[in-house]
């Protein structure tokens, strides 16, 4: 898989401690996106992972800072589908939070992918939230989605209220973290980015 980013931990994109994987290749290009970066792979700007090695990774972090749920954002994790379903089936068995960010909307999906692979998903996620950001519908409101017409799927219903609880407490927040000596802001950004920090 062509992987932009891994940080932990991170509290702005979704419930808990989290690991975020942030995937390269996004066909949409959606204007103001927050991740302009990992449109297209970029030789240099980019590591590439077998799903195994992946998977070590990510059993690393579980074992060492039990990490309260795993979120992959992007560029658009579907745009490597088959990397993506294989690593989900690994993961599930490990950490029952996945959250999976798509340009995708469920519909779209519900067309492009087969009964299995739509079956899959609905047991490897616990949330999906689909659609293409649209700048204009970025109402600074909520704490995880960039634009309204974006929608939450919740396709595990036992974490949920979890969920509510997280968008009703913590709201849009932006989290400033350092890594290899580079400055990130994570989280759901205001319209113009005026919720930085």
């Not at 219903?157 to 509510?164: G, M, S």
Request: aromatic share 10%; proline share 5%.
């Amino acid at each position: 898989m062509l992987i932009g980013r891994l940080l932990y931990p991170i509290y702005t994109l979704g419930p808990g401690k989290r690991l975020v994987i942030w995937t390269c290749g996004c066909s949409k290009e959606c204007r103001n996106c927050i991740s302009p970066e990992w449109f297209k792979p970029i030789q240099g700007h980019y590591l590439e992972y077998s799903v195994e090695q992946l998977l070590e990774i990510i059993k690393k972090i579980n074992d060492q800072y039990h990490p309260d749920g795993v979120t992959f954002s992007g560029g658009d994790p579907f745009e490597q589908l088959d990397e993506l379903l294989e690593l989900l089936e690994k993961i599930h068995p490990i950490l029952a939070d996945v959250l999976v960010y798509t340009g995708y909307t469920l519909a779209e999906l519900n067309q492009l992918l087969s009964p299995l692979q739509l079956q899959q998903i609905r047991r490897d996620i616990a949330v999906l939230i689909d659609g293409r950001y649209v700048d204009a519908l970025n109402d600074n409101q909520s704490g995880l989605i960039g634009s309204t017409n974006q929608n939450i799927y919740y396709f595990n219903q036992k974490i949920e209220p979890q969920y509510k609880l997280y968008l009703a407490e913590y709201g849009r927040k932006i989290q400033l973290v350092e890594s290899e000596g580079q400055r990130y802001s994570v989280g759901i950004h205001n319209q113009g980015g005026n919720n930085v920090d």
